[in-house]
């Protein structure tokens, strides 16, 4: 994960398909539908885990969701169960749940109430062999004889505490012995980071502690909206409308740069309007190091290029709207987003912007109209709009990152079966969210 805050509500029944129709989506008996929601975290920045990271098949679920920044789903946990909310990302391993309080305003989880709730030994399998995916494996806090786990993020948080197991309820399923990081430490590069209004963050990555393998699920889905900050989430299987698939791009080697367990895939190109950028495919595979690599991230906000490519983007990008937007170069948005335009008091002509397509092998994402420019919070009367592409090296990492505003009115799916990933563009989420959520 890597940037800022969208809560999603998730919610699943129909899905609108086109700008004029929709479909039914049709369900299986297992699938569980949620609601997301978006939230806004105030001046969070992004968020990229220095981790990331089986699947079988098993009953599905359909979850509302919300999201501005960050998407966040709600859930259970513990016996009695309590009502929590978590960051959905997927590109993140380990599911953890505050268990302390740092501030008034974090909501945590208070394993003492669960009766379910047991803390994992050192000894414990799940510790000394399953963690081993992790990008820092578990260690033994010899004197409680706990298993320790500890993650950080590229902005300078980091977290850490012991592994657990506890009961989650997700709609109608319950699985218990769920493992997870119950955290009781943490620190955060900026003060305003602690402001979470989330109890954890939900894992779900292909690792095999990710939420999605514990769960027993073998796919999931969902669909953000672009204009009220809904959205569904599906855990399993649903027959939805046709999708394009892309192949999951896999290496089994540890490499320094490479994340053996996010969802990658390979990036072949990138048009501006009717043009397609004079990039060499070259430029797109990823290195003996594996820096290069292509991601498509639910806990990341904006979209990160590598050097190279991102610099012809943006001197096109520029050129075709020099007419209708005016560049102020003496401004950068959160270090990586460095192309900004004074506006005033008016918001831009989003239909005059050229669509950015993002190609992929067997697959696209179309990026147009208001997903092409994000307002900055606080900028007053001469409102400033930053391109919401970014530079990754300027972030600090080897890879391309598709982040979830560019996912907006987009269904993706996640076939961790058939290893691929599926995408349909144009896809009215906010009308999908809410004929699913009347079901919920």
Known sequence: MISSSIHLQITFCLLIFSPLAFSRILLTNQTLIFPLTTQNIHNTSSTTLLQRRRISSSPSVKIPFTHDVTLTVSLTAGSPPQTIKMVLDTGSELTWLYCKQSSTATPIFDHAKSSS???????????????????????????????????????????DGNLAQETFGVGLLTRPATAFGCMDSSSSATPEDNAETSTGLMGMNRGRLSFINQMGLSKFSYCISGSDSTGVLVLGGASLPPLKYSPLVTKTDRLPYWDRFAYTVQFEGIQV????????????????????????????????????????????????????????????????????????????????????????????????????????????????????????????????????????????????????????????????????????
Not at 136 to 153: E, G, I, Q, W
Not at 346 to 352: A, G, H, R, V, Y
């Open 117 to 159: 709730y047991i803390a994992l030994p050192c000894s414990s399998p799940v510790c000394t062999i399953q963690t081993q995916d992790l990008p820092a494996p578990a260690t033994c806090d010899k004197h409680a004889n706990l298993c320790h786990v500890a993650v950080s993020y590229v902005d300078g948080s980091s977290l």
């Open 273 to 440: 309007g009717s043009k397609l950028l004079p990039i060499p495919k070259s430029a797109f595979v990823p290195d003996h190091t594996g820096a290069g690599q292509t991601i498509l991230d639910s806990g990341t906000q904006f979209t990160f290029l590598l050097d190279p490519v991102y610099n012809v983007l943006k001197t096109e990008f520029t050129e075709q709207t020099k007419s209708v937007l005016t560049v102020d170069p003496s401004y950068v948005f959160q270090t990586a987003l460095d192309l900004c335009f004074q506006i005033g008091s008016t918001k831009p002509d989003f239909s005059k912007l050229p669509t950015v397509r993002l190609m992929f092998t067997g697959a696209e994402l179309t990026v147009s109209g208001e997903k092409l420019l994000y307002l900055v919070p606080g900028s007053g009367s001469h409102q400033k709009y930053c391109f919401t592409f970014g530079n990754s090296g300027l972030a600090g990492f080897e890879m391309f990152i598709i982040g979830n505003v560019h996912q907006q009115n987009v269904w993706v799916e996640y076939d961790l079966a058939n290893a691929q990933v599926g995408i349909a563009n144009d896809v009215k989420c906010d009308q999908a969210s809410k004929l699913l959520g009347s079901r919920l």
